[in-house]
């Protein structure tokens, strides 16, 4: 369902259980996410939730090239939920259209 940023936080965050019954903690923000961030997680196996043109997507990957005055984006790869989490490339537009980024970090319970 569509949603704003701060619904999709108050959503996510909590604590889940999976499959086996395992528990798990969502924490998610998106005061923290920048372009910067978001190459750390990634490199880091860590998947953040961005919006772009009125639609939410997972980023699971993006390559760049690191300046001293900072990042250029040169592709962003996105699942999408609504399209059975397809795998695909945001265009140019899409990744200009960026309107949030939610980090997320997800912690094994015992």
């Known amino acids: 369902m569509p949603a704003r ?9 909590g604590t889940w259980f999976d499959e086996r019954g395992l528990s798990f903690r969502v924490i998610g923000d ?5 372009e910067i ?7 880091n196996d860590k998947s ?10 997972v980023l699971n990957a993006m390559s760049f090239v690191e300046y001293p005055t900072g990042y ?4 962003a790869v996105v699942r999408d939920p609504w399209a059975n989490r397809a795998r695909r490339t945001l265009s ?6 960026i309107s949030f980024a939610v980090r997320i970090e997800v912690h094994r319970l015992r």
């Open 5 to 13: 940023p701060d619904h999709i936080l108050y959503n996510l965050n």
């Open 30 to 34: 998106h005061y923290s996410a920048n």
């Open 37 to 43: 961030t978001a190459t750390h997680d990634l490199s």
């Open 48 to 57: 953040l939730i961005i919006g772009t043109m009125g639609h939410a997507f």
């Open 72 to 75: 250029r984006i040169l592709s």
């Open 92 to 97: 140019p537009q899409e990744w200009a259209q």
